[in-house]
């Protein structure tokens, strides 16, 4: 081989290293680029799982509260209605007393 083959030769190996590494740096480049990407995609899916979620569960909460409040509100017209009832005949007596305390 002459010394032109052997530098060449040595030329045309740079080139395809140089070419190689390109191809590498591209290919590491995109690699980077689709996992950020994936990345990106997951966590925003978390988000909305985790949305869907929390909204089920508010959903939930509020249904047995509202439940709970109706329960309560029951009792409590309930006891109103006792007290009412209850004071229905104290009426007249305290008005009686009441007004004989000023005609005194």
Known sequence: MSREDVLRAIRDAE?????????????????VTK???AATEIIQHGRSDSEASSQGKIAEARSVAEQ???KVSKEGDSS??????????????AVSVVLDSFRS
């Open 15 to 31: 080139i395809a290293a140089k070419v190689t590494l390109d191809e590498a740096k591209t290919e590491a480049s995109e690699i």
């Open 68 to 70: 709970e409040a109706g």
């Open 35 to 37: 996992a950020r990407l």
């Open 80 to 93: 109103i209605k006792s007290i009412h009832d209850g004071g229905e005949g104290s009426r007249e007596r």
